[in-house]
């Protein structure tokens, strides 16, 4: 099989920089096209600044970085500096980066690579808010067809919200955003918190990527450290949810992913529960499914495959 084209749309954020090295670490299985920033974690500047920090830290001044669209479609940003630190990226102390930014924009870069690529070539990989894909997705529809797959972190069904009682934070940013993906016909594969909420650092699994010695280890290392101690006192779980390197190692092994197939839907309207996905689960109505909803993670074997691949960067 050759690799799967992907490009990663995303807000680093520590979680995301761990999706990234992960997809660059694994070149059998994933070719990085390029990396699209968009505003969520913290606003534009940073997340285009973050995108090419990681990348330097895994040795590919070579991957093209583009900055996106700096709020949501219809709404104010919201940004989550309580979980990811000032910079998005708190924790290591890692260089200024010194490889530029792409001068084209983000959702002009996700058009042209999809007109330009045969159809069904390239997967979009995104992590944060949904705003540069619905952007895209309005500007060249005839760009949806043509989208091998979208594997996205966002949404919970049953955890539901992490950033209201009802919403995941990625969806809750830019939740018009996120219903015009769902509702866009390109297959969808979801990485809610049902999932990645199994995805949990803990103590000896964080030490494991210490151990690894280089300075992708420590740093991821370190990056775990930070947003850890906000999660543990938020959920008094054992460790940091890892949720968006889930999109890259379901890319490498699927099999250790499972959910269901259903439909998803956003919601857009209602102040108490916005953002909200309500996934049809348990099949209660006759609503066309449309994304692959996952539910369940083998944790050690995601664990293992991380700190493989992450030792070879
Ligand atoms: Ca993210």
């Known amino acids: 099989m050759p690799p799967r084209r992907i490009i990663i749309d995303t807000d680093p954020g520590q979680d995301d920089a761990v999706a990234i090295l992960l997809a660059l670490a694994s070149p059998e299985e994933i070719e990085v096209l390029g990396i699209t920033a968009v505003a969520g974690n913290v606003p534009l500047p940073l997340t285009a600044r973050n995108a090419r920090v990681v990348c330097e830290l895994a040795g590919r001044r070579d991957i093209p970085v583009f900055a996106g669209c700096e709020r949501p479609l219809e709404r104010p940003l919201v940004t989550a500096e309580h979980v990811h630190g000032r910079t998005g990226l708190d924790g290591p102390v890692l260089p200024e980066p010194t490889m530029p930014l792409q001068d ?86 979801v990485m809610p918190l049902d999932v990645t909420h199994k995805a949990l650092v803990t103590r000896p699994r964080n030490e494991a990527f210490r151990a690894i010695g280089t300075p992708v280890g420590r740093a991821v290392a370190e990056m775990t450290d930070f947003f850890e101690r906000f999660d543990k006192e938020k959920y008094g779980s054992e460790g940091a949810p890892l949720h968006d390197p889930c999109v890259t190692a379901y890319l490498i092994r699927p099999d250790l992913f499972s959910g269901r197939f259903v439909n998803v839907e956003v919601e857009t309207v209602s102040e108490l529960t916005m953002g909200m996905t309500v996934a049809d689960w348990w099949g209660v109505t006759d609503r066309a499914p449309n994304a692959t909803f996952m539910g369940a993670l083998d944790a050690p074997g995601f664990f293992a495959l991380l700190t493989e691949r992450l030792a070879r960067l």
């Open 104 to 189: 084209a924009h983000a959702v002009d870069f996700i058009v042209e690579t999809l007109r330009a690529e045969a159809p069904g070539a390239v997967t979009l990989c995104p992590l944060g808010p949904l705003t540069n894909i619905a952007t895209a997705f309005r500007q060249a529809p005839d760009i949806v067809d043509r989208v091998a797959g979208i594997i996205l972190m966002g949404g919970a069904y049953f955890e539901v919200g992490n950033i209201t009682p009802a919403a995941e934070f990625n969806i809750y940013v830019d939740p018009e955003a996120a219903d015009i993906v769902f509702r866009s016909g390109a297959p969808l594969t």
